[in-house]
């Protein structure tokens, strides 16, 4: 619509006589604008002050959000937790181990140096490349093309 066009519903708001506010809610809400606002819900913190309770109302105020979500990341992490717990395993000393396995642990230790001090003593190894197909000429044409001269 132009801004010279009004709608019909605008035509007939305009065509009703003004009429006054009832002096009670005109009271009422004066009353109301000018009373002092309540206090935030989250206590404001001065940027300066790092005390505990500072820091509980700063925690607070960046959990506000959503805080379903940081409890459901709470929960995740603290199962986590249980589950590395429950997995970890403590091993004991070589020392405090039964003689027949610290006798294999020992011998797959000596087993697993000599392979290395073996793989130090190779002399790398060349790549081997793949063998390039034999190139078969094609039969050649002495034409030449009438754009390309040499």
Avoid: Y
């Avoid at 309540?38 to 500072?54: F, G, K, R, Y």
């Avoid at 105020?61 to 970890?88: F, I, K, R």
């Avoid at 020992?106 to 081997?128: D, N, V, W």
């Amino acid at each position: 619509m132009s801004s010279n066009q009004h709608d019909p519903l605008e035509e007939r708001l305009r065509s009703l006589p003004m009429r006054q506010i009832p002096g009670d809610w005109r009271t009422a809400m004066i009353a109301a604008a000018s009373t002092p606002k309540p206090a935030p819900s989250t206590p404001q913190v001065q940027e300066s002050a790092w005390t505990l309770e500072s820091f509980k109302i700063r925690i607070r105020q960046m959990l506000w959000p959503c805080p379903e979500a940081w409890g459901g990341v709470a929960a995740t992490l603290a199962v986590l937790w249980v589950v590395n717990l429950s997995v970890t395993h403590d091993s004991l000393p070589p020392e405090r181990l039964p003689p027949q396995v610290a006798q294999e642990l020992a011998t797959g230790f000596q087993e697993q140096l000599r392979l290395m001090a073996e793989l130090e003593r190779q002399p790398h190894a060349p790549s081997r490349k793949a063998p390039k197909p034999e190139a078969h000429p094609g039969e050649r044409s002495d034409r030449t093309s009438p754009g390309f001269r040499a």
